[in-house]
């Protein structure tokens, strides 16, 4: 674990992941990571940070209840980075799958 790995870990009970939260906690939970990402690299003297939050096992979460993790990190610090996720995907896919976003929200 990187020195200065932080975490924003919410008030609340009950939430294993982001979707168990309400829109109004979410907001309130959210609206302090700048203001953690922001100390840790004042503190750290970091070149950037990761701000991760694992959402099931599935996802890497080990830990079940709701947390973000701010993690610090420097130029060739040796940490696994993000790879490309593959081509994008076709308007027509995307559209569908839009379209599937919006019916599960209530939004078709």
Not at 14 to 23: I, R
Not at 43 to 64: I, K, L
């Amino acid at each position: 674990m990187a020195p200065g790995h932080a975490l924003l870990v919410p008030k609340t009970t009950g939430a294993a992941t982001m979707m168990d939260l309400p829109e109004d906690v979410a907001a309130n939970v959210l609206k302090e990571l700048p203001r953690l990402a922001r100390a840790v690299k004042a503190a750290t003297g970091c070149d950037g940070v990761n701000v991760v939050q694992n959402n099931g096992a599935t996802a890497g979460q080990v830990v079940f209840h709701l947390h973000v993790h701010v993690i610090p990190r420097w130029e060739k610090d040796g940490v696994v980075r993000l790879g490309k996720s593959g081509e994008a995907i076709g308007k027509d896919a995307a559209d569908a799958m839009v379209a599937k976003m919006k019916a599960a929200i209530g939004e078709a």
